[in-house]
């Protein structure tokens, strides 16, 4: 098992940037496909974007494409998501997700990972 903490959440302006960190301990970070999820009030909890264990493919949702940014230094044991151009409707609690891997691939369902962090929440304002 890893542990997952988010940290970077905030109030931001519609237009703005943040960027969330989620650091891993626990285990060899560079062994796990990591994913970003986020939940809004009432809805359920939604893909964001993937990352392979190496860093070397990425998957972002529809909704977030050309925004959005996933990547990860495992040398620091950390998956980033940079956030650009945010929108009221980006508002959510966002999750850092982690599942072993050894075949090279990215997972966008949730089902699909294992350990999870408790959580960072983001609120863009309009």
């Known amino acids: 098992q890893v542990q997952l903490v988010e940290s970077g959440g905030g109030l931001v302006q519609a237009g703005g940037s943040l960027r969330l960190s989620c650091t891993a301990s626990?285990?060899?970070?560079?062994?796990?496909?990591m994913g970003w999820f986020r939940q809004a009030p009432g809805k359920e909890r939604e893909f964001v974007a993937a990352?392979?264990?190496?860093?070397?493919?990425?998957y972002h949702a529809d909704s977030v494409k050309g925004r959005f940014t996933i990547s990860r230094d495992n040398a620091k044991n950390t998956v980033y998501l940079q956030m650009n151009s945010l929108k009221p409707e980006d508002t959510a609690v966002y999750y850092c997700?982690?599942?072993?891997?050894?075949?090279?691939?990215?997972?966008?369902?949730?089902?699909?990972?294992?350990?999870w962090g408790q959580g960072t929440q983001v609120t863009v304002s309009s």
């Open positions: 997700a982690a599942r072993m891997d050894f075949s090279g691939a990215y997972y966008y369902g949730a089902r699909d990972y294992h350990d």
């Open positions: 626990g285990r060899p970070f560079s062994v796990y496909a």
């Open positions: 990352i392979t264990r190496d860093g070397s493919r990425t």
